[in-house]
């Protein structure tokens, strides 16, 4: 089975900009989370789709938004980025997203803000 | 509030040294469960394993093996007799079964491990 995959895997963009980044889950899972990795931060999560639904979200802006397609595959979106949006996003797929469905994650996208 | 702790930020061994990775979780909901995940340079975490509040037996795969204790809201990491390729960063998370919590993982901040030939 394929595992989670993340495009593009790298991304340069300056302040002001809008970025889209896109993962496609295991197949079969439904769920989709979304989380953001930064040095001082560590990982926090963004929010969590099903069903192309958003169930849950967290302590982010509204500058980050999301959405998941029929088939499952996930974008999230980045408006008017901001110098501290420079981090790995990593997305992490489940059969639906319960408590105690393992979440498998892809490599990742490495944003850097200039 | 829920919260996960990894008070080692760092720490360094020689080969065939065995070694702990401590956890410490905050979290009121009785229904929860504790993963570990490594992530190797590459970037992406690989999971490990997951343990659920109800069952506290340990556990042991390979050399690798897990100590989770209730009373003490521990879920600590033993890798015996490292290797050059353990080194990574390890992370403790905590997933809750409360309303509204679905697809959310609590990450500890992670330990780095560096295993020295």
């Known amino acids: 089975k394929a595992g989670v995959t993340q495009t593009p895997r790298y991304l340069i963009k300056t302040r002001g900009q809008q970025v889209t980044l896109s993962c496609s889950p295991i197949?079969?899972?439904?769920?989709v989370s979304w989380y953001q990795q930064t040095p001082g931060q560590g990982l926090q999560f963004l929010f969590e789709?099903?069903?192309?639904?958003?169930?849950n979200k967290g302590n982010f802006p509204g500058r980050f938004s999301g959405r998941q397609f029929s088939n499952s595959r996930s974008e999230m979106n980045v408006s008017t980025l901001e110098l501290g949006d420079s981090a790995l996003y990593l997305c992490a797929s489940s059969l639906i997203g319960r408590d105690d469905n393992e979440q498998f994650f892809g490599p990742g996208t490495r944003l850097t803000v200039l | 509030a829920q919260k996960v702790t990894q008070a080692q930020t760092e720490i360094s061994v020689v080969e065939k040294e065995d070694v702990t990775l401590d956890c410490v979780y905050e979290?009121?909901?009785?229904?929860?469960?504790l993963f570990w995940y490594k992530q190797p340079p590459s970037g992406e975490l690989v999971f490990l394993i997951r343990?659920?509040?109800?069952?506290?037996q340990n556990e042991i795969s390979g050399r690798y093996s897990w100590n989770f204790q209730k009373s003490t809201s521990s879920f600590n990491f033993t890798i015996t007799a490292s290797q050059v390729v353990d080194s990574a960063v390890y992370f403790c998370a905590l997933s809750e079964r409360g309303s509204g919590n679905t697809g959310k993982l609590i990450f500890g901040q992670g330990t780095t491990l560096q295993v020295k030939p």
């Open positions: 343990r659920n509040s109800f069952d506290e």
């Open positions: 789709y099903f069903s192309e639904t958003q169930r």
């Open positions: 197949s079969g899972h439904r769920s």
């Open positions: 979290t009121r909901d009785t229904t929860y469960y």
